[in-house]
């Protein structure tokens, strides 16, 4: 089956601590994203990526950091930097230049709390 | 970033009832997509409008785009409990990057 898989799905971290929430798909999608959501509120974008080795800040990338060596994955690590980091982060990818004629396609998510 | 302004926040139904939720931008937009999001679940695609004037049914959901290209409308006909989520809509900022509105939450009563 074809879609994106995000890992873990609960996380519990200390303050202070770096974690890394993994995102994989095999849709051959060249385009991956990272959102935030709060509770009630909407998605925020952290970070972009169009292609291999290359990625944009989002509206919200301070404490963030992310990577894009393959194509399938694209992992975002919250820094102790990140005030706030208590939130459900989704991943989600589309076809190159697929948001003018096409959509995203969201994991399931990853809730982290920090304790 | 420009936002796109989602009315009402929350909407609760008897089932059976209509349900509306609109879409507001201050700019013009290329296009406009909408998702739901089922309860502790992740938002899924629905439906993209790019003309003006354009409307687009799905069995009981009706979505519009403005004439001028800065509003729509998502309207749900005879509301079910499989309809209850937050849907939300979102334009299109430069090439890649998709802005989201704030949703609205639909809670139905049986």
């Known amino acids: 089956d074809g879609g994106i898989t995000q890992s873990p799905k609960y996380l519990f971290r200390k303050e202070g601590q770096n974690v890394t929430l993994s995102c994989e798909q095999n849709l051959n999608h060249d385009a991956m994203y990272w959102y935030r959501q709060d509770p009630g509120q909407g998605l925020r974008l952290i970070y972009y990526?169009?292609?291999?080795?290359?990625?944009q800040k989002g509206d919200i990338a301070e404490g963030y950091s992310v990577s894009r060596e393959k194509k399938e994955s694209f992992p975002l690590t919250v820094t102790s930097a990140q005030k706030n980091p208590t939130a459900f982060y989704l991943c989600?990818?589309?076809?190159?230049?697929?948001?003018?004629?096409?959509?995203?396609?969201f994991g399931e998510g990853s809730r982290l709390t920090v304790l | 970033g420009q936002q796109v302004m989602q009315i009402p926040q929350y909407q609760h139904v008897q089932e059976g009832e209509d349900f509306t939720t609109y879409c507001n931008s201050s700019t013009t937009l290329s296009n406009i997509q909408w998702y739901k999001q089922r309860p502790g679940g992740h938002p899924v695609f629905l439906i993209q409008l790019v003309k003006s004037g354009e409307v687009k049914k799905q069995k009981r959901l009706t979505f519009q785009f403005g004439e001028a290209k800065k509003n729509s409308s998502l309207h749900i006909t005879a509301t079910q409990t499989t309809d209850v989520g937050t849907y939300f809509c979102a334009k299109l900022q430069g090439a890649q990057k998709l802005v989201f509105g704030q949703g609205t939450r639909l809670t139905i009563n049986p």
């Open positions: 989600a990818s589309s076809i190159w230049g697929g948001l003018a004629t096409g959509e995203l396609f």
């Open positions: 990526s169009q292609i291999v080795n290359d990625f």
